[in-house]
């Protein structure tokens, strides 16, 4: 593969194969449909779509990178995801009232069948949500308690249905 500096002679077998000759200019041939001769079954291609100077983005504005959005302006897309985040925002707070609603409708239905003292204190009004929380909060502690007292009494009954089953096998 050695090439004599001082003589033009190469010496590589595949250096002395002929090149096919090279265009000298710049730009590539465009392919053609039809050939000499030859009738192609392939339609021509379709004229590029005119430029409509009102769909180009303002020259100022920046044009986002991805495809998806490559018509939108860096300004529109933050426009649409903080639309998009109110949206979800909206969604999320409308599905805690819907739960806050029905834990106080809860409440107020076990206070009224209990007669206790709020059943009729607020009326058809809406209560606000730490009220609501503290209210559930004091049900849970009033049923932990009545359970244990429940438990404890359940014990004593088994306790008290043992000792009668030594006496009467014992008689």
Same mark, same amino acid.
């Given at each position: 593969m050695a090439v004599d500096k001082k003589k033009p002679t190469i010496t590589s077998a595949s250096a002395r194969r002929k090149k096919p000759p090279t265009s000298t200019s710049a730009t590539p041939k465009k392919a053609t449909h039809e050939q000499p001769g030859k009738k192609s079954s392939l339609p021509p291609p379709p004229p590029p779509p005119p430029f409509r100077p009102s769909e180009a983005p303002p020259a100022a504005a920046a044009v986002t990178t991805t495809a998806k959005h490559a018509h939108k302006t860096i300004e529109e897309y933050k426009a649409n995801m903080r639309q998009w985040h109110n949206q979800i925002g909206k969604k999320y707070r409308h599905k805690l009232n819907e739960q806050?609603?029905? &834990? $106080?409708? @809860?409440?107020? %239905?076990?206070?009224?069948?209990?007669?206790?003292? /709020?059943? $009729?204190? /607020?009326?058809?009004?809406?209560?606000?949500?730490?009220?609501?929380? !503290? *209210? %559930?909060?004091?049900?849970?502690?009033? &049923?932990?308690?009545?359970?244990?007292?429940?438990?404890?009494?359940?014990? *004593? &009954?088994? !306790?008290? &249905?043992?000792?009668?089953?030594?006496?009467?096998?014992? @008689?």
């Amino acid at each position: 593969m050695a090439v004599d500096k001082k003589k033009p002679t190469i010496t590589s077998a595949s250096a002395r194969r002929k090149k096919p000759p090279t265009s000298t200019s710049a730009t590539p041939k465009k392919a053609t449909h039809e050939q000499p001769g030859k009738k192609s079954s392939l339609p021509p291609p379709p004229p590029p779509p005119p430029f409509r100077p009102s769909e180009a983005p303002p020259a100022a504005a920046a044009v986002t990178t991805t495809a998806k959005h490559a018509h939108k302006t860096i300004e529109e897309y933050k426009a649409n995801m903080r639309q998009w985040h109110n949206q979800i925002g909206k969604k999320y707070r409308h599905k805690l009232n819907e739960q806050f609603e029905c &834990l $106080q409708a @809860v409440l107020k %239905a076990e206070e009224s069948e209990e007669g206790g003292k /709020h059943a $009729q204190g /607020h009326g058809g009004r809406t209560i606000n949500k730490a009220k609501v929380l !503290d *209210m %559930a909060r004091a049900r849970i502690e009033a &049923l932990t308690t009545e359970r244990e007292a429940l438990m404890e009494e359940r014990r *004593m &009954l088994v !306790d008290g &249905l043992k000792e009668k089953e030594k006496l009467v096998r014992a @008689v």
